[in-house]
């Protein structure tokens, strides 16, 4: 019954491969992000999706590319992994009126 | 716009110590404002957010903070430090906006160590 749940937890992988990570929510919210954080530990936004509708898009490389197939799911697909993708990638839900839930993060090591 | 600023990347506090994490919001509009922690290799779980009711803000694991529309600022305490309480903790603000304001802007993070 995990409200936010996140697969794979760790993922592994050489540069220059293509690689999902995927988000699902059960607790009827209406909007979807992705954050990323870095070895600082630094958490920035990555995007956003109300409704299945992109409404934030930060300076991420093209190579990064959201896909929501319906309200509940948003997945994170990365082309041509480059070693700088090494990070935690946090995918949130939020209802309308605001309190964010997180889920336990995907560990993306490129090597 | 909105932003977030942590005083102290790193805060060192003796068990049964006073916690004082301090955070100072910045935003065009009224905000939302929260506590997150994160255990190590773990994922963010919410201690408290305030909603533009009641300025003292009570959460999880005795954890407090009081919204001080003067001071900018959104500080969290907790009276008595246990040894469980070391982790990371993230300030953070959002609007009730709809959009882009309605993102979670974070601040840099507090290491909390808490000494035996």
């Known amino acids: 019954d995990t409200a936010v749940s996140q697969t794979p937890k760790y993922l592994v992988t050489q540069m220059g491969n293509d690689k999902s990570i995927k988000c699902e929510q059960n607790l009827g919210h209406d909007t979807m992000y992705w954050y990323k954080q870095d070895s600082k530990k630094f958490l920035k936004i990555m995007f956003s999706y109300n409704n299945k509708e992109l409404i934030i898009n930060e300076t991420v490389p093209n190579r990064f590319s959201p896909k929501s197939p319906d309200k509940a799911h948003l997945n994170l697909h990365i082309n041509s992994l480059e070693l700088g993708d090494s990070a935690v990638y946090f995918c949130?839900?939020?209802?309308?009126?605001?309190?964010?839930?997180f889920g336990s993060g995907t560990r993306l090591t490129v090597v | 716009a909105q932003s977030v600023t942590q005083l102290g990347s790193h805060v060192s506090v003796s068990e049964g110590a006073l916690v004082l994490l301090r955070c100072n919001y910045s935003?065009?509009?009224?905000?939302?404002l929260f506590w997150y922690v994160q255990y190590p290799n773990q994922g963010l779980q919410l201690l408290l957010k305030?909603?533009?009711?009641?300025?003292l803000v009570k959460g999880i694991n005795g954890f407090e903070a009081e919204f001080k529309k003067s001071e900018t600022s959104f500080h969290l305490t907790k009276p008595s430090a246990h040894m469980s309480d070391a982790a990371e903790y993230f300030c953070a603000v959002s609007s009730p906006s709809s959009g882009s304001a309605r993102q979670l802007t974070f601040g840099s993070g507090t290491q909390l160590t808490v000494l035996p």
């Open positions: 935003s065009s509009v009224p905000p939302y």
């Open positions: 305030y909603t533009s009711a009641a300025t």
């Open positions: 949130a839900s939020s209802p309308s009126t605001g309190g964010y839930t």
